[in-house]
């Protein structure tokens, strides 16, 4: 089992920046592969940025490529979603999970954390 909490979301104006930080509990964070995903009202949940059990391959939706950046650091069970640049758009509420492999769909993640809110105002 695998649990995980999300924080740092809060409300940005557009261009400000803000990270994510999703803390996992047990010793097999390393083992799996982690992910953002956000869902905004009214939309299905996408993908936002994956990372590899090493750290050494990430993986971005288009339209996070080049504003977002996805990080991890297995000793302390973190893996973070640095966000700059930000645009209304990206309003949502932002979800890590887990999984052993890499997918980019969010029904086949098997662990979830409970999302935190980003609001981003014009």
Do not use: H
């Not at 940005?12 to 905004?40: D, E, K, N, P």
């Not at 932002?94 to 809110?117: D, F, I, N, P």
Request: glycine share 10%; net charge positive.
């Amino acid at each position: 089992q695998v649990q995980l909490v999300e924080s740092g979301g809060g409300l940005v104006q557009a261009g400000g920046s803000l990270r994510l930080s999703c803390t996992a509990s047990g010793r097999t964070f390393s083992s799996y592969v982690m992910g953002w995903f956000r869902q905004a009202p009214g939309k299905e949940r996408e993908f936002v940025a994956a990372i590899s059990w090493s750290g050494g391959r990430t993986y971005y939706a288009d339209s996070a490529k080049g504003r977002f950046t996805i990080s991890r650091d297995n000793a302390k069970n973190t893996v973070y979603l640095q966000m700059n640049s930000l645009k209304p758009e990206d309003t949502a509420v932002y979800y890590c999970a887990a999984r052993r492999t890499l997918s980019y769909s969010y029904v086949l993640y098997e662990y979830w954390g409970k999302g935190t809110q980003v609001t981003v105002s014009s």
